[in-house]
């Protein structure tokens, strides 16, 4: 990549000829936790089990990229969660959940514009089927808790796409959305902040690092460094 920079403050490009048009892309990929919404869900339900800070710290290093195997590190953090009741889920949903600024008017511009959208994400269907719903993405894959009496038995299920979407999987979603499109991985473009971001972000035509980690950062077209998610459309614009 060329050398990055500064398009506008806080907002960083590098190997692409800005501005560039949003209706020249076809499919946006989103991560969830940290991308567009605030938190990281399963530290805010290991907050529940009084194990915030253990999980927390397994999520950063993972984000970091310095625990590489993020299923094995998503296992771990999903077996401290046992017996921690559903409506802990619904209480960190309603209370502590929220849409990171700019998301809702990114996700619309895209829309509006024709591009199909995805979110992919290492959290759970709990959160990531009602965040696609209520920011009216199209699609959707997330990892599925195990519940059993109404409280969290510490496993994922497995789904008919797989066991547990973790980097590759985000990467393997878009390209074979992308190829359901008939679209080239070209024109599609993918928005992450931590290390199981980046396989789908080196796969789309265009990759964007929201508030992310430095290595995020480092490798993104894109990087949001102030301001809500649809600064994007700086870089991007919708017509």
């Not at 996700?107 to 199909?116: F, Q, R, W």
């Not at 008919?160 to 679209?183: N, P, Q, T, Y």
Request: proline letters at 4%; aromatic letters at 6%.
């Amino acid at each position: 990549m060329t050398h990055p920079t500064e398009f506008a403050p806080g907002l960083i490009v590098q190997g692409i000829a800005a501005p560039l048009n949003l209706a020249d892309y076809r499919l946006i990929a989103f991560d969830m936790d940290s991308t567009l919404i605030n938190i990281e869900c399963v530290d805010e339900i290991a907050d529940a089990a009084g194990r915030k800070a253990e999980v927390a710290a397994i999520t950063e290093a993972a984000m970091q990229g310095v625990i590489t195997d993020y299923k094995e590190s998503l296992r771990q953090r999903v077996a401290l969660l046992k017996g921690v009741p559903l409506a802990h889920l619904e209480q960190v949903y309603n209370q502590r959940l929220r849409f990171n600024p700019g998301a809702q008017a990114l996700v619309s511009a895209a829309k509006a514009v024709g591009l199909t959208t995805l979110l992919v994400s290492g959290g759970f269907t709990y959160f990531a089927d009602r965040v696609r719903a209520s920011l009216g993405i199209d699609f959707a894959r997330s990892n599925l808790l195990d519940v059993q009496d109404g409280a969290l038995t510490g496993r994922m299920l497995d789904q008919s796409w797989g066991d547990i979407c973790d980097g590759a999987e985000k990467r393997r979603s878009l390209l074979e959305l992308a190829s359901f499109m008939r679209i080239s991985p070209a024109q599609t473009i993918a928005v992450g902040d931590g290390a199981n971001d980046l396989p789908m972000m080196g796969a789309a035509g265009l990759s964007v690092a929201y508030h992310a980690k430095p290595a995020v950062r480092a490798q993104a077209h894109v990087a949001i460094n102030e301001g809500g998610l649809d600064r994007l459309l700086e870089v991007l614009r919708p017509s």
